[in-house]
């Protein structure tokens, strides 16, 4: 498969722990997106990478949320003392430098905090 | 106001029907659109862009009207398999984040 791949599927922790999900995009694109979607909603951005430069953050990317792609190609996310207001799908999508920009999207991790 | 906004739903058809769905977008300087649709569940998946003079995928027709900031898809002859959430999608800047609408839901009935 060559698709995006985002690991765990699912996460379950207690609030106040900390977790880090992890998105390895399709090979050749050298964009990576981090979303947040919750019931009925869309997904809402949090951040992106041109290769290992993260080029902007949301508002929503409090400073308990840290993204990383050291290398320019796999990238993480951690979020430090989690709350119940993190539960939610957290989506990787990549893409290439294009002016279109079409995003391909990971299956997606979902993190229940209780 | 939502930078895009879209009629939530539920649509629910007969299979075979033609049904259609409008977004309106609020930045007037955004590059590029998209329709999106997402299973129950699952990943956003590209359906198709969206270009000024229209663009036609089979059963799946796409408008853009930038003066009125509005953009829509028509979906002909509906199948089973067309229930899903359809996300409109704006890029507000090449190469940069999407912004998404809430999503229509789309209910295909035998």
């Known amino acids: 498969d060559t698709g995006v791949s985002q690991n765990p599927r699912h996460k379950i922790t207690k609030r106040g722990q900390n977790v880090t999900f992890r998105c390895d995009p399709i090979s050749e694109h050298n964009r990576l997106y981090w979303y947040r979607q919750t019931l009925g909603q869309g997904p809402e951005f949090l951040t992106y990478f041109q290769n290992e430069a993260q080029l902007e953050k949301s508002r929503l990317l409090s400073d308990r949320f840290s993204a990383e792609r050291p290398k320019g190609s796999f990238s993480t996310l951690e979020i430090q003392r989690t709350e119940q207001g993190d539960s939610a799908m957290y989506l990787c999508?990549?893409?290439?430098?294009?002016?279109?920009?079409?995003?391909?999207f990971g299956a997606g991790t979902r993190l229940s905090v209780l | 106001r939502k930078e895009v906004e879209q009629d939530p739903g539920p649509f629910n058809v007969p299979e075979g029907a033609t049904v259609a769905f409008n977004c309106t977008y609020s930045?007037?300087?955004?590059?590029?659109f998209f329709w999106y649709r997402q299973d129950c569940r699952k990943e956003p998946k590209l359906l198709m862009s969206?270009?000024?003079s229209g663009n036609e995928d089979g059963r799946f027709t796409a408008q853009l009207n930038r003066a009125s900031q509005y953009i829509s898809l028509l979906i002909r002859d509906s199948k089973l398999s067309d229930s899903a959430t359809y996300l409109c999608v704006v890029n507000m800047e090449y190469g940069n984040k999407l912004v998404f609408g809430a999503g229509t839901i789309l209910r295909v009935k035998s």
């Open positions: 930045n007037s300087a955004s590059q590029s």
């Open positions: 999508a990549s893409s290439t430098s294009t002016v279109r920009n079409i995003q391909y």
């Open positions: 969206v270009y000024s």
